[in-house]
Structures are given as structure tokens and as C-alpha cells.
């Protein structure tokens, strides 16, 4: 049985999503688009070679009977709205990050999940899906270092322009590790505190860069992310942790080693879209083959929620200066690990 | 459209194709098996939940009108013949190595495809199809380390059962260095020297381990292949290039990096079906496409043929000790690189 | 002319520094030798093959008119006394850390140092010598990765015994951190702060192991040092440096890279004193060089205050969990770096 | 005591000798050299600082009865007559490479160490003493990677000028994996064999590089060096043992990894003298403790024998395009291992 999915908006986004589920992926197809610009919608589709409804309103696409399942790569502020259209409709929906623009929007998302009784929801966090982080888990859950005692993070970008802000480190760049360390862990945040190193010569006025993340986790996992969204070397993710036994690191992105030029190493990614590549592909086959099994296993409305409430108070503290509390209510038995 | 596919022989390899077309590849399914043994490929089916035709004889999946295209996975004697039909039948045909047992048989081959005049054979040959021979090729033809002047590379296994023969390092393990290198120079073979160094005590009387074969290209580049199908320590495939202006490295299977028991290291494959398995699916996935766009580039009938000349000659050089000439005919226009 | 030496002190330290000032460096003796127990130290001397006077006093090996310089390998606590009563006979004394008991204490040494008017004393820390940190120091002065931001490094034990307390992470471990990371920054402490994890298993009741020791320094520089003395898998010191430009980091101890037991590695070090046994060389060597070139130039008196009063505050930091000012009076002109 | 020592030439070799044993070194020093050119000679002792008779004659320098141990760094031409002399005065000599012009003035060398009936002669080829190789060594002799069956080795220079030859990549360049890799192995050569892949363009007329030389040693152990002295991106030395049961494989030189520029990696050397930099100071260090305790143990008379009848074995295949024996005679039990 072919997955019939709408998308709702068809931006770049939206695009590499529909490539990916019509051309790449297994069992599904897209069968209707919307998008406010309906003819760049409609353009889109031709250079994928798509055929597709096209409509203007997500919500045509959510109520559609030809759909089976939602993909929600729209404007940030219209997150929130379409998923819980598709949540009312009992249709299941993989919504991009941000699953709403507040922690109370991914709140509400939460409680119509619940009240709907089953799991509707995949946010896009990719990272629990790319090959990197899965190895890192395994060897962490075998047992292999013991338990986990700290992490060292960084998450740095080569540069950023100057519409990129001091918060947007947190909300655009941090929110992919606020997701994997807590799926990384098994464990929520229970208090974080960010410090200001020198600002590079790099940015600008408006950006406070580099930043460093200091969480304290439930269990009393510390855990430091280095934010660099100016580092001019290159795009790297790094994840290191360390156990009573010993310590995992992940993976650099595989490369050709080269001895050239009185120099032996490896390149390093420069563009951002190339790091978690395939992780899209594995997370909308997950989602795919989820909902044809009837049981959505991935990133959940539930850690949409936690992201968002860790978010908030990283702003918090970096405002503050002071080590502010993350405060998770219980997690609801609907959303047991 | 979906290409509908036959599938001759249903053992270890033929079941692993048969999932992978069916459940991870876009564009294609089994409609048709065959194997001697009917109730082995019902079983098999069963496991995969998988409808299709069971016959006894490939020959009635070759002449099937459901079927559009061909995976040969028989018993290594049975392949040529298979091929042949398939060509007869005018079926594109995706042939597990061995292309023939011989080079004569793959000749016959070759001529048949050029008689029917397009391309329907592609031969498993699945490293020029690995993500990191794809890097390493990119890297030579982007003059990265200018003109490649030698190859050092090594196969080397953990162990081999009593059945394996010294001849079997050619036939059955340096095989895929046969293709791949001709692949990565660009390049054919004009001699082949095999020199045996004492042999380790994990061998058996039959199999002198490891040996070293030494080639020199027609363009003069110099290759070593080491090959130790009783290294005890791993599955390791290394291939280096060096050029007038620097030197590139297969990578090491991404692996996570520890720090445990006075050791910094990575974990290196055991088995092999783990290096390549990535392989095996864009190379099945770039057959399908192929066939679908009616043009095949893969490894051609032209390359089964190659790599049988060539090992002819190593077989010939393990046993003389001398430097044997690699006698190819010259390259038809129908197979232009 | 061969600098004549007195050692006071003949532990296991002293007799290290008497075998190297005798057997392996250049332009030095050992002429005499104290300690509380002077059978012992007879004893040492015979085994190391050398030829001195032995005292009780360490008093009577500063007053000795055959001794031209002065090591102080002795107990912590007699230290002060040993390095203001060689300042006082003008000669040059080489003390090992600690300096003094207390930041009061090495200001006391400085005063006198300073009202001497040359300096004369050289304090034991020996990573500035280390090969490795050199030739990162070499890599920040030379530009090559832009100004520092950030410093992540570090200090990790296999194990420590039940008199290891929380307090010794600071005094014992981390005091070479407090100097060195001076060094490589050129740089001061402006505030300290310490987190601590979840404390490991293999620790005991009276000590919270691992600590996080986090700085900022005059120049807005933020260091993050990891101190782990039951980390289990080895010794092992770690320090990047995260520049504007780049990121660079201290190399791994050389060793024999092996691939066996399905594992690509490098043996760790276990013993802390492998790690820069080298260092201890150099630095003995370049006190003697300097010693006979009339100018001292390596850790000074100063440096020793420095790190001195930044553990008195990263002990107070470990109980106050706040943010700890280090409070350093003004560098005097007779310490420009 | 301090051991005498004459140096015979005083061109650049023997300058840093002489500045080792004065300022570097213990229990030595330089009380004559010799040079036909004795301006350069007082010149070159004034640089360095260091009183010392000046003769013309380097048998002046022998016969002195000031002159305890000989240094031989002249002109290759005169090593086997100064050797000679010095071994006839009973004097320890050590003698940088080559021992003599040919494999026949090597062995008369050795009858005439014979004769005097005490080690005298040690040959200056330092990488038996690089810390390296030691550990690699050790890696073997401790059994951890099993018996060796195969060596993999590069010897890399950047570029060479015009006057380098073809023969000059045995006699200057291969002379040192000749005799280190019968230290690591204890072995000695049984054939040899030099393929030629096509030349890189950065070559010149009288030179073919690169050179593959291939050998069988008398345990059946099978080494490969490839020598390429315009590599282009560095001096690069190679070193990787295959073992029965693993791999060993010689260090990179210590460097510090970076990350800059989408780049990480370590810094490659690029000039020669950089590489054993360290070995040239252990190896001369042990000859004068070894002269002092009165027994030799460094690479002997009949290793420079060794070495000479290979590189004439190498020589000899270079030409003829054949395996070539090496032909030793039994190694007296005066050398035993």
C-alpha cells in the first residue's frame, strides 16, 4: 500500500522532502501541495516531475480524503495550526522543527495528541536518525562506558549573516542538540546556564558568538555545548561522552585522507545541508513505515515540547547571567520511552 | 512505472537482493524466482512477504512475459548460460560475479551483447558503487593528487575454512580489486606478478597465505594487492593512490571512536558482508534506474570479461613466479568508457 | 664550568632529578644531597652510582660554599622555608610545587625575590616544556589560528586511592592546568567557577570526582577544564584551543598504532609519570642553562603565586558553587612576561 | 670521565656532531678535528664555541694521544682509510654512512675488526635509535602482532635536484630502510627486485622515480618500500609490519592537529634533517656511554657490510629489470646478535 502524503508549503524545505518521499524513499507518494505562492508551487512539482494537487491552504491538504499523512514544512508560525488540524483530523503528521513557536503551542499540540488517544506526531528532529548519533547511542546503551557522567558538545557553523541573533543560537542553532542529548541521555535537563567567551572579531553587533551551553541533567549529567556560529573553519558537529568506563566520541562525516601540500588530513564539511543528509532521508522512511504500522516510534509532540521548555530557558539564562531551572512537568505515560 | 523483476536463484544472495528490491529500493519489485530448489524459494518468499512466480528453471523466469529485467544469482556454472538467455530474450540482466567461470565464457558474453546491439548486462561488481571509492575516485579525477603513478591496497579476511584454495585469493577475493582498480585508474592491466611471503601458521596445507600481486597498468601505474585471508584481526580493505602531487586514502568504515582500557581506537569490521552492504543497494538501485532510462553504465559485460583476463594471469603468475602479460583485446567502441 | 647542585630532599622526586642532573643533562653535578633521613638517602646516592655530601638540614646544603644552586624536592610543607632561605644566600633555587603552602606564602617569596633584585627562582611546573604544548603555544603565537576564545581541555587519572579528597582535584591535579593554560594564553584568571557531575562509582565517600573547573580570564577567554582522577581507561591530558580562525590541539603521546582484535589503535598511557617525562628533562636542562646564562626565564616565582591564589579560589568555588573572583594584584615589571 | 673525541671533517655533518657531543651530550667532548680546509674548520669551532687542537690530516686527529674516539663526517670517498686507521689504533670509531665506497672495502673493514678482536667500528645509521622505531621494535619482539610476514615501507623526499640519479635512490636514500629493517625484523635479505612505475613529471632525465624495490628476506618475509624523492607534499617515511596476528605501524611525526580552513589535520615535514632529528643524538649519546662502559652495541662493521652487499644487489637489479640475490656470507659469531 502506497502512503498517500500532502505537503504544506513547498519551499526549499518543502521541495527536498517531496524529491525524497516520491523519488528516494519506499511506499509512499505525494499526492497534493499547497503553498500561499501556488505558482511557485505548481513550478516546483514540474522541475521534480511531479504530478500533485495543488492547493493554497494547508488545510485543504489536511482535509483532503486523497491524503493519508501531513508533512509540514510551512512558515514557522503556521506549525502550530496545521498540526493540530491534522491531529483533528486523525491524520498523522511529521511536522518540522519548530513544532510550535512557544513552549504553550507545543503544550496544546501535546494535549490534542493525548485527548486524540494515539500518536499522531513526528517532529524532525533528523539527528536521532543519522548513522553517527545511532552508533554513539548503541554504544552507550551496551553498556560499552558506563554510565554517562558528561558530555562535551560544540555545534559551529562556518558564518552567519547579519539577520542571525545572540537568541537565534538557541532557537535555530542549539534546539537540534536541546532534541539528541535528551534521546542521546534518556534523561531531561534540569537547570542550564550559558557563559559569553570574547565575541570573535567575526560577528556583528547584534551577535554574541561563540556562546557555551552548561546543562545539569535529572540524573546529574553535566553537559557543555559550544555554540560558534562564526568559526570560519567549517561546519562540525562534535558529541563526546564520558563514562565511569570510558568515553565515545562521534564520528567526523567520512572523508578521503590526503597527504598533500605538507599537509595529512581530511576536508571538513562547509555547508550545513551536507552534514545530516541522510538522516532525512532514514526519518521520513521511519515515519513512513510507522504510519503504515500503525504505531509512530520517532521524535515525539512530547520532545517537541521538552525542546522547546530547555529553549525558553536558555534564553532565560542568557539574559540572566544565572543557572536557571528547566521545568518539565511529569511525562505523561502516553509518551513512555 | 515499476520495473518488474526475475530473480534466478534463490540462496543467501539472491534472498538478500530480493529484499532489497522489494523493501528498501525505489521503482522495481519481484514478480519471479527460480531455484532448483522450489520449496527453499517458496520459504524464502514466505519470510520476505513477498508474493511472486516460484519456478524451477531460471530459464521460465528469463521467457516470462511478466518479467522485465533479470538478477542472476545461481550457482556460479549456471551464470553464463543465464546471461546468454537473458540476452537472447533481450532483457536487461544484473549478473552476480562470476559473469562466466571463464574468460572465454564472459567473451561469448560480450559478443552476444554486442550482437543484440545495446548494453543489458551489468555485472555485480559493488565497490565502484561504495561511497568511499566513489570519494577516492573523485579525488583522482579532479587532479586533486595529479596522475596517479602507484596503488598499494590489501584484502585481507579474518579466516577462511579448509575448502579455500590458494587459486581462490584470485577467483574469489582479489576479484573486486580486479574491477575496482580498473575502474579507479581508468585503466587496463599489461602484466601480473604474484610473490608469496612465508605463510602464516592460521593457514592449511592447501592455501598459501598471504600473497602479494603485482601489477603494472598499460599508463605504467604500479599496483600492489595484498591479500591475507587469515589476518585474524579483521575485514580490512585499504586502498591508497599516490600522484605526482600528493596521495588519497580509502576510508576506514565510519566507526565510533573510544577511549577504554588504555586504548584509543576504533572497532574494525569482522564480517564481510558488513563493508560493502551500502554497495549492494545503489548498485541494484542504479541498475533499475538504468534499465528505466534505457541507457546501463554500470560495471559492463566488457569489465566481467577484463577481470576474468586478468585473473587468468594472476592464476598463471601464482604458479610460474614469473611476470605474466594481462592479453586484453582492444576496447570496442560499444563499451567507450 | 659545571654548575654544582644541592638537592634537599631525596624521595622518589629528588632521586629522579639527582639521576638526571648527574647521568642525562649537560654542564651540572650533584656535590651534595639532604634529607631527614639520611640513611636513605646514602642509600639513594649509592644506587644512582653518585658521589655527594649528605646533610639532615637542607639549611646546610643551601650554606654549603661547594653549592653553586639549589633543588627543593622536599616535603610540601618545607618548601617556603628552603626557597626564601636560598633567595637569602643568593642562590638560584629550582623548587619544586608547591611553591609554598599558601598564596601568602610564594608572596612572601616574590617580596623576597623582588628585593633581591634578580630573580633566582624557578618553580617545578614542567608542562611548559612539554614537546607538545610547545608546539601549541608556537601555533597560537604564530596567528595561525586567530585570537583564543575558548579552551577545552582535560585532566583525567585512571585512579586514585582513599586519600584523594575533592579538595586534591585542585591542589594536586589541576595545579598544573592553573599554570600552563597561563602560558598558552598569556593571559590571567578573572573568575573561577566548578560544577560537579554525577559522582562516578569507582569513587569513594570523601571524594566528588570527576569536576568541571570552569574560567574566565582577564582577556574574556573561557576555559573549561574536566578533572577525572577514576576515569578507569587511563591517564590522559587533553586542550584545544578554539580560535577565530581555527582549532587546534595538543597531539596524543607518539605511539604504535596496531590493528588486532577487530581494533584500529593506539595504546594510552596508565602512569603519570610517562606523560611528560621529557619535560622534566628540559626543564632541569634549561634551569642549569640559565642558571650558568645569569637569567632565569621559566616559571617564576610569580607564576607560582598566580596559581597559587586561582586554586585558592577554585577551592572556594568547589564550596560556595558561585562564581569566585581570582583576585591578582598587578604583575610587577620585575615578572614582564 | 670524559670521553676524548676527534671529528674527521668538519662540513656540515660534522659541525652538528660536534655541537651534539658539547653542548648536547654527555661525558664527552671534542679536543680535536680535522679538516682539508682548516680556515673552515677554526671557523666552524668558533661558531659552535668550542676549543679544540685543528688539524689537516684526519690520521693527525687518530695518532693523537689526546684523542680517545674518532668521529668520521668527511668526504665518503675517505670513511673506509680513516676506519682503518682508526680501528689499527685501537680507537672506537664511529663512522657515518657509507662505511665504505663498495661492499669489498666494507668487508675489509670487518676482517680488520676481526683481527683486532674487539668491536670498535660503529656506523652511523641512526634510525635504529629513533623512538619510533624502538616502539615498533618492542611491538614486535613482544609478540603482539605475531611473527612478521610482510613490510610495508615508503621513503619520500619532496624534490631532489639534478644531480640526483636513479642509482642514488638505493645508495643515498634506500641505504637506511636497508639497514633498519634488518634490525626490525633480525633477518637478513635473500633477493631483491626494483619495479619502476611510469616517472612523475617532476622528474628529470638521468632519474626514474618513482622505484618499487621489492625483497625476500631469509625467513620468507616480503618487504616493499617504495622510494619517491619528488613526491611533492613532504618527506614522508613509511613504515607497516603485517603480522600473523596484526598490524604494526611506524608514528607520524608529532604534530598538532588542526581544524582550519575545512581542513583537519596534522602538519606533514617537508625537510629531511627534521625527521631523526632526536635518533642523531640517542645514537651518539650510546656510542660514548658504550665506549665507555668498553663494549659496542650499536649497528656494526658487519651491518655496513650488509647494507653494502644489498644496495650492490639492489644496484644490480635496477638494471636488470630481475630478482636478484643478495648473497651473504654467514655472519661471524664476533657479530653476533
Not at 517537541?304 to 505515560?333: H, T, Y
Request: aromatic share 6%; hydrophobic share 40%.
Amino acid at each position: 500500500m502506497t502512503l498517500k502524503l500532502g505537503v504544506i508549503g513547498t519551499g526549499a524545505i518543502g521541495q527536498e522532502h517531496i524529491r525524497r518521499c516520491n523519488n528516494v524513499l519506499q511506499g509512499a507518494k505525494v499526492v497534493a501541495v499547497s503553498d500561499i505562492n501556488m505558482e511557485g508551487a505548481r513550478a516546483a512539482l514540474q522541475r521534480l516531475n511531479i504530478e500533485a494537487e495543488v492547493y493554497q491552504d494547508g488545510h485543504q491538504v489536511i482535509n483532503s480524503p486523497e491524503v493519508d499523512a501531513v508533512l509540514v514544512t510551512s512558515w514557522d508560525p503556521t506549525h502550530e495550526a496545521f498540526t493540530l488540524a491534522a491531529i483533528a483530523a486523525g491524520k498523522p503528521v511529521f511536522c518540522e522543527k519548530p513544532l510550535a513557536l512557544s513552549a504553550e503551542g507545543c503544550r496544546r499540540i501535546v494535549d490534542a495528541e493525548i485527548r486524540h488517544g494515539k500518536r499522531l506526531v513526528q517532529v524532525g528532529f533528523m539527528r536521532p536518525y543519522d548513522a553517527g548519533y545511532r552508533a554513539l547511542k548503541k554504544v552507550i546503551t551496551d553498556g560499552d562506558i558506563g554510565e554517562p557522567l558528561m558530555l562535551h558538545c560544540a555545534h559551529r557553523n562556518q558564518s552567519v549573516g547579519e539577520n542571525y541573533t545572540t537568541d537565534m543560537a538557541i532557537t535555530n542553532t542549539l534546539i537540534h542538540e536541546l532534541d539528541v542529548l535528551r534521546w542521546l541521555t534518556e534523561d531531561d535537563y534540569k537547570s542550564v546556564q550559558v557563559v559569553f567567551p570574547r565575541t570573535t572579531s567575526k560577528s556583528h553587533a547584534a551577535l554574541k558568538d561563540p556562546q557555551i551551553v552548561l546543562f545539569e541533567t535529572q540524573k546529574g549529567i553535566r553537559i557543555d555545548v559550544e555554540i560558534f556560529v562564526n568559526c570560519a573553519y567549517g561546519y562540525d558537529i562534535q558529541c563526546e561522552v564520558v563514562g565511569e568506563e570510558g568515553i565515545a566520541r562521534l564520528p567526523e562525516p567520512s572523508a578521503i585522507q590526503t597527504r598533500k601540500n605538507a599537509c595529512l588530513g581530511i576536508p571538513l564539511l562547509t555547508d550545513w545541508k551536507d552534514r545530516f543528509i541522510d538522516a532525512y532521508d532514514v526519518e521520513l522512511q521511519a515515519f513512513i513505515n510507522d504510519v503504515k504500522a500503525g504505531q509512530l516510534t520517532g521524535p515525539s509532540a512530547w520532545d517537541g515540547f521538552a525542546a522547546s521548555v530547555a529553549a525558553d530557558a536558555c534564553l532565560k539564562a542568557q539574559n540572566s547571567g544565572a543557572i536557571e531551572p528547566v521545568s518539565m512537568p511529569p511525562r505523561p505515560d502516553f509518551y513512555a520511552r
